[in-house]
């Protein structure tokens, strides 16, 4: 079970950090993605790491402002958002999966989303 958290309303231009944490002891054995879905749009790839935290990779627009990490002993997995626009406006879901990628069908567990509002 995957539980999203962390989002909320701030102006552009500043910080969030989305928590994925999860229960049960295979977690480090995930890679998690995050994905997003603005209103009236698709869901989308954001980044995405792999079990141990050794890789990773995003989406072209969140380069350089968004970091994916995580704590295995925690069960968590980390989106620190900087240098929030008004474009990153949605709800946010990660999601765990065998192996690292950007395509929703490679992630079996989903969680419930939380929603991030940027403000210009």
């Known amino acids: 079970q995957l539980q999203a958290s962390g989002g909320g309303l701030v102006q552009a231009g500043g910080s969030l950090r989305l928590s994925c944490a999860a229960s049960?002891?295979?977690?480090?054995?995930?890679?998690v993605g995050w994905f997003r879905q603005a209103p009236g749009k698709e869901r989308e790839f954001v980044a995405a790491?792999?079990?141990?935290?050794?890789?990773?990779y995003g989406l072209d627009s969140v380069k350089g402002r968004f970091t994916i990490s995580r704590d295995n002993a925690k069960n968590t997995v980390y989106l620190q958002m900087n240098s929030l626009k008004p474009e990153d406006t949605a709800i946010y879901y990660c999601?765990?999966?065998?192996?690292?990628?950007?395509?929703?069908?490679?992630?079996?567990?989903w969680g419930q989303g939380t929603q991030v509002t940027v403000s210009s």
């Open positions: 999601s765990a999966g065998p192996n690292i990628a950007s395509i929703e069908r490679s992630y079996g567990y």
């Open positions: 049960g002891r295979t977690f480090n054995r995930y890679a």
């Open positions: 790491i792999n079990w141990s935290g050794g890789s990773t």
